[in-house]
Nanobody, 121 residues
Framework: HVQLVESGGGLVQPGGSLRLSCAAS????????MAWYRQTPGKERELVAH???????NYDDSVKGRFTISRDTANNTVSLQMNSLKSEDTGVYYC???????????????WGQGTQVTVSS
C-alpha cells in the first residue's frame, strides 16, 4: 500500500517561511515526477511546483523566486521551501507523485492528505 504523507504546515506571518515535506512509503519501484499543489475554498487545485527525475524544477509564476522544490530520490521524499510568504499563499498544500509500484507495469498518480498553510498577521 502506497501512501504520501505531508508535514510542515502551520500558521506564519507575512514575510515568514515554512518548509513542507512529503514522504512516499510502500512498495515503490520508482517515482517519476513529484509536485506540490495548493487549493483554496472555491478554487481549483493549482500546481505550485514540480520536479522531475533529473531534479529539474518548474514553478508557478506566483511563487518564482520565493519557493524552492527539492527531492531526495533515495528516500522518496520531496520538500517545498517557502520564503517571503504572502497571504495569497494560504491554502491546503497537497503532495503529488506519479510512481510505479513493485510488481506492476503501471505508472499511477497518488495524492497526499494535504497540510494547511495559513499566512496571516
Amino acid at each position: 500500500h502506497v501512501q504520501l504523507v505531508e508535514s510542515g504546515g502551520g500558521l506564519v506571518q507575512p514575510g515568514g517561511s515554512l518548509r513542507l515535506s512529503c514522504a512516499a512509503s510502500g512498495s515503490i519501484l520508482r517515482i517519476e515526477g513529484m509536485a506540490w499543489y495548493r487549493q483554496t475554498p472555491g478554487k481549483e487545485r493549482e500546481l505550485v511546483a514540480h520536479i522531475d527525475t533529473r531534479k529539474r524544477a518548474n514553478y508557478d509564476d506566483s511563487v518564482k523566486g520565493r519557493f524552492t522544490i527539492s527531492r531526495d530520490t533515495a528516500n522518496n521524499t520531496v520538500s517545498l521551501q517557502m520564503n517571503s510568504l504572502k497571504s495569497e499563499d494560504t491554502g491546503v498544500y497537497y503532495c503529488n507523485a506519479f510512481l510505479t509500484e513493485l510488481g506492476t507495469w503501471s505508472v499511477l498518480e497518488y495524492w497526499g492528505q494535504g497540510t494547511q498553510v495559513t499566512v496571516s498577521s
